[in-house]
């Protein structure tokens, strides 16, 4: 009742709003809300000279660095290989494309340790894949970026794919009709309209690589000022007893992932009303 | 380690009188005691000894669970509220956290029991491969230009802040100065080519992925190394070297509350007994009992070492000068990665 | 994958002259090298990984493999993990279903906001997840000392393991749910409230059934991260063997005792779990294409 009349936008005759917003609510609070609360109540123990020094020194910056650098080329380059990717899923027919089609979910169902293990051992200067290459993978930067492509690439294949299949095939027509070659078609009238799931795909493996854990503290180096991870610098905070400086950096994290993530969001609503639905 | 037939017993003392699992006054028969990464195999043993050395004093069946992590993080776990009984650890500084952080034990829990509290302890060794191809026979090798050393993280590792110790302690009881010591360990650091979270970790990396020409652990981890990696390795005993202290306590605050304190210090105690001795001596850690050591001393060269107490004046004074955000440790990587 | 579109038929593909077809689909070579890139790209960041899962646990053989699995750590390990799925995925499949009503079927201020609610922990680091649950139920945190003094253990237990668990699964079904029900629109339920039905009778008759299939896939993918989860459950666990330890924790307990065999094994499981979720998840999904091909239609 009281929810109601807050905040229904439209009079409805459905029932159950109260019940049902009420209840998630309250379930998004008790799990969700006052637990990361209790993360920012014990930054706010720190004066903020406290908090910068715990933020902002170079080890940590240098961390901020390779988090954020590491997962941006991830998800670039699985923005890439995701459209291809979603691209022959949908467009080709080739043998094996239904285990191919299964496959792409394979990085969201296996567990982040397990993946870390048998990545770190592929690539390893001694392991399957490792000991083709002249430089090495493993234990370095490099490491760190291949784990974070394996995370993220069913984001956008998966975000990518419902768009392209949806897309018309007469608008492609109609553009070779009036003599576009189909690269032309394929930059001009195609992209566009996969361009904000892309996007929308792009923010979310980029989301969800910067607080990756399990599959990359096996294969990073953990060279401070070279390979080490935010997250990793959060437990070293723990190690030193530094609850407050602990909760510091992990402040930095939510408060950035909390902004992607609204962004994301807003691109999502605004790739909808662009399609003609409601936002 | 889980005795079956004890838990059986158990299960069925408890069905039979139908109590609540942890009242306080009751005497529970269960155990739990929170101990460093590398101790798991010596515990699998002891445990197994002492459950059948308790059921013959006392007629008891008792369940002994273990649990093992870096040793900071299981210190923290405890402080947090994981109730352990009894707690061992490789570090005095991680037990004294339990003091400052909650007040679990007195401050004075180092001299309650024989030997600063620790019945066993190790040393810092270097472990080549086979032949020693790249002779490397001192702390001054290791920062040999070319090499590369294989070393965990001091900042999540005992075992590393160990070995950063050991390096830097014998280059000031060689007489070097603090700044010269602290230039050897830089120098051995830009060696290091990864940063393993703990002590398995960098054995892995060494023993697995075959990367270094030398992993500095303890020399309790040696034999294990051998055993499941072949003998393509060599241990190389520095000339002096720190000696770790394994220090053991009552977590008083539990097993008050528990009831469990004469079994906690039962357990401790037979860590000292000539029968723990012998575990400990057969899983390579160095014995406190002369004649066990004098028994094995052909396991156990005798080695110059030096405490952390001794070089260091504690290891919470060490902790917070060397380990510390901002400390010698965090200038010491930044100047050996050239940044 | 159906590539045909809502506008032509079948018939009117028949027709259409080749020349036609030709201009809306790439040279063959365009064609061999998209596929040759895309399945070089995923042999090599997703094949070879789960291949070396299974060949490093059967690489000592298969009574190494078996011995690692029916260990009684690994047993307890294998029961306490798929006890917190048990608890975590009925907890937010009623989550899911609350937040999609209200989400799906209203418009009211704030949406936005609670969206972006749910979404969040898809994006919170796992050793932040667990970090926050010491603090909140810790010995030095906001309730430590009261659990202990009424003897009630929240972390270094299994509710511990399962508030953490989910909070890193929360958003799944929910936003399985959502965009489908979106899809589906009011009208269903608003004819069923006009012949009278009450709000648990919609919800049961008409609302559910529409979405069972999204449903489903919504609580497959939800356990199988629940039974992977590791980085926040690390934290709060308090690992003693045989009690505290799930399978994702045990796998790398044994790896540190350097029988690497061993936890290739018990990875294999989760592996096997991950093949199967997505096997079930390819049917489902064919059905859940359906079911939005309807409602689009419909909506036109």
Redesign the interface.
Known sequence: MILSR?????H??????D???G???L??SL??????S??FL?TFTMTWQQFLD?TT???VMASYRLTFGASFLAASLNAV?GL??A??????N?PG??I????????????????G???T??W??????GQWLPFKV??TPIGVW?AL??IG?PFVVRTVQ?VL??????L??VA??LGAN?WQ?FSRVVFPIVAPALLTGFALAF??A?????SV??IA???????EI??LL??????????A???AI?VV??VT??V???I???LQ?WARRRQGG?A | MLTSVSRRQLMGAAGALALPSLAAAQQSQSLLNVSYDVSREFYKDFNLAFAAHWKKTTGQDVTLNQSHGGSSRQARSVADGLEADVITMNQHNDIDILHTRGGLVPANWATRLPNNASPTTSITVILVRKGNPKNIRDWSDLGRAGLQVIIPNPKTSGNGRYTYLAAWGAGVKGGASDAAAKALVTRIFANVPVLDGGGRGATTTFAQRNLGDALVTFESEAPLITREFGDGFELVYPSRTILAENPVSVVDRVVDRRGTRRLAEAYLQYLYTPEGQEIAAKHHLRPRNAQVLARHAKQFPKVSTFTVDEVFGGWTKAQQEHFNDGGHYDQVILAAKGR | MNTATVAQGPAAAAVRPRSLRAATTEAPWVRRTVIGLGLAFMTLFLFIPLVTVFYEALKKGWDVYLAAIVEPDALSAIKLTLIAAAISVPLNLAFGLAAAWSIAKFEFRGKNVLLTLIDLPFSVSPVIAGLIYVLVFGLQGWFGAWLIDNDMKVIFALPGIVLATVFVTVPFIARELIPLMQAQGIEQEEAARVLGAGGWQIFWRVTLPNVKWALLYGVILCNARAMGEFGAVSVVSGHIRGQTNTMPLHIEIVYNEYQFAAAFAVASLLALLALVTLVLKYIVEQRVKGQKREAHDRAE
């Open positions: 807050a905040l229904l936008k439209r409805t005759v459905l029932p159950g709003f019940l049902a917003l209840f998630a609510l379930y998004i799990i969700v809300l006052i637990p990361l209790a993360a014990k715990a020194t170079p080890r290989f291809l990717i691209w022959m899923l949908v467009r080709y080739f494309k239904r191919v089609d299964a496959l792409v979910d394979l990085p969201f169902a296996l567990p982040t340790a397990v993946a293990i048998a990545l051992a592929i390893a200067q001694n392991g399957t894949l493993s234990f291949v492509v394996f690439l419902p299949e949806d897309v018309n095939r007469e492609e027509e070779a009709t189909r078609t989301a969800r910067l607080g990756e854990y399990g503290i096996f180096g953990n060279m401070p000022m070279i390979s935010t997250p959060i437990i070293t905070k723990l190690e030193q007893y530094d609850y400086g602990a909760t992990a994290m939510l992932s909390f992607l993530l609204l994301i969001n807003a609503a409601i």
